[in-house]
């Protein structure tokens, strides 16, 4: 149960918003996406992690991981964000891990993007 719980706590937002791509993360997107998850409750950390391996899909470079202060708040932001159109790209919104966040374990897992191990 308390494991579903931090699980809750912490969403990934693994396409982007506003149609920002590898190297074109700019110091206003944090605070962009911040005050855009806000309408959901209240968010306590958003962190933006940039993948700079060569050949890595550049849909699935740039992660943005947003921190809740109630599991209910992170599953309102799930159900609204996952599969809108932002930028003319779809959000892919889950749920991640928060042992792996608190880590800095923010990389895909091998095999977790499809054809990049």
């Not at 806000?38 to 050949?55: D, Q, S």
Request: contains cysteine.
């Amino acid at each position: 149960m308390y494991q579903e719980m931090l699980y809750g706590l912490l969403l990934s937002l693994a396409e982007m918003l506003y149609g920002v791509g590898p190297g074109e993360v700019d110091d206003e997107l944090e605070e962009e996406v911040g005050s855009e998850c806000a309408k959901y409750g209240t968010v306590t950390r958003v962190l933006i992690f940039e993948i700079t391996e060569p050949n890595f899909p550049t849909d699935e470079a740039v992660r943005i991981f947003v921190q809740f202060e109630r599991p209910e708040e992170t599953t309102k932001a799930l159900i609204d964000l996952d599969g809108r159109f932002f930028g003319g790209r779809v959000v892919r919104a889950t749920f991640y891990d928060v042992d792996r966040f608190s880590k800095n374990e923010l990389a895909p897992m091998p095999g977790e993007i499809p054809g990049f191990s």
